[in-house]
């Protein structure tokens, strides 16, 4: 089998947990659910699969090589690539494949972001070693897709078709037959009751020249940048001169939704993007009221209330309900559980010595 590159995304903004991150700490550097970054969580979970230690990569930025060292001190720091501009998903995906293509001609690689919680790690790595496995042997991307639980607004969704490649090991892979963005609370109500639809993970798998194709017919820009990106030596250069110029644009966008042919599994490991606060009480203890402390927290008659006590202070609580509130040591955050998505408005009011 050709060889399996896994990337790991690694570079976000870290506005949706402040003010526990910042940009220079987002949600992936963050000990959320557990004594490890969801980031370390990443990358234990994928290392089995990778023959090489330098077939496991982290995309991320500048800002964020610190704090990736400091929570992977033993990571290759050559398999740490800092990206020289935000961009988006689908020049990740393209800077992913050139690298791919420096390694093997047929070099298949998974594109994986850095800050979901997966469990059931084993089947996980199993469904990602199928997917490449149907991926080597057609040309076709391949999506671990995510049975949908209740009818969420705030992701994408596949809408999934017939079986194929039954004699691929692994399966079933259904054919994808079209990307669907966030739906409204009735269209995501039709899509659980059908069960012919599947949460996008953002969890992909492809043979470099199905990607290097589908660029040349979809975004040249892209195609261009992999074509040209240099074979052997040093690629540091290059990477800072043509990478800024890419599109910002998803990979969704750019080259999944227009694609010949996209597959998907559905996923049989649980898993959460973990998207805002209100996720954390499904993975950290809850009193019998609702309550989710982490901390010094003292409380009296409250309900529903999500307190993490970061700031070496105590937290005190009187009769709350359905509130988060998140001290730090610089700065302190409270809002209604059901406004949580709108947390990053604030940081425009913000200083920049808070962010």
Same mark, same amino acid.
């Given at each position: 089998?050709?060889?399996?590159?896994?990337?790991?995304?690694a570079g976000g903004s870290g506005e949706r947990f402040w003010p526990l991150s910042r940009k220079a700490k987002p949600k992936h550097l963050l000990k959320l659910v557990s004594s490890q970054t969801l980031l370390e969580e990443t990358v234990l979970?994928?290392?089995?699969?990778?023959?090489?230690?330098?077939?496991?990569?982290?995309? /991320?930025?500048?800002?964020?090589?610190?704090?990736i060292r400091h929570a992977l001190p033993r990571f290759p720091k050559s398999s740490l690539i800092p990206e020289p501009a935000k961009r988006d998903t689908a020049p990740a995906?393209?800077?992913? /494949?050139?690298?791919?293509?420096? /390694?093997?001609?047929?070099?298949?690689?998974?594109?994986l972001p850095a800050d979901a919680v997966i469990g059931k790690a084993p089947i996980f790595r199993a469904q990602l070693a199928a997917a490449a496995r149907a991926a080597q042997n057609s040309s076709s991307f391949v999506a671990l897709g995510i049975q949908p639980s209740y009818p969420a607004t705030g992701f994408g969704y596949l809408h999934l078709g017939r079986k194929t490649l039954p004699q691929i090991k692994g399966g079933p892979f259904l054919c994808v037959r079209r990307f669907v963005e966030k739906p409204s609370l009735a269209r995501a109500k039709t899509f659980l009751k059908s069960r012919q639809y599947a949460w996008?993970?953002?969890?992909?798998?492809?043979?470099?020249? /199905?990607?290097?194709?589908?660029?040349r017919r979809q975004q040249p820009a892209l195609a261009r940048f992999i074509e040209r990106f240099p074979k052997r030596g040093s690629y540091a250069s290059y990477l800072k001169r043509e990478f800024p110029k890419l599109p910002k644009i998803s990979v969704d966008y750019a080259i999944m939704e227009g694609a010949k042919s996209v597959l998907a599994i559905r996923a049989a490991f649980p898993w959460d993007d973990v998207g805002s606060w209100s996720a954390l009480p499904a993975h950290l203890p809850t009193d019998k009221q609702g309550n989710t402390f982490r901390g010094q927290v003292l409380?009296?008659?409250?309900?529903?209330t999500l307190a993490l006590a970061h700031g070496g202070r105590p937290i005190a609580l009187l009769g709350t309900e359905n509130l988060v509130v998140v001290d730090t040591p610089d700065a302190l955050l409270v809002c209604p559980k059901d406004r949580v998505q709108?947390?990053?408005?604030?940081?425009?009011?913000?200083?920049?010595?808070?962010?």
């Open positions: 089998m050709s060889p399996l590159l896994l990337f790991i995304m979970r994928l290392k089995p699969l990778a023959r090489k230690p330098a077939h496991l990569l982290i995309l /991320t930025n500048h800002e964020q090589i610190p704090g995906a393209a800077l992913a /494949t050139a690298l791919a293509l420096r /390694t093997h001609p047929d070099a298949i690689l998974a594109l996008n993970a953002g969890i992909f798998v492809w043979k470099a020249s /199905t990607f290097l194709a589908e660029a409380s009296l008659a409250c309900q529903n709108e947390v990053k408005k604030l940081l425009a009011l913000l200083p920049k010595d808070v962010l």
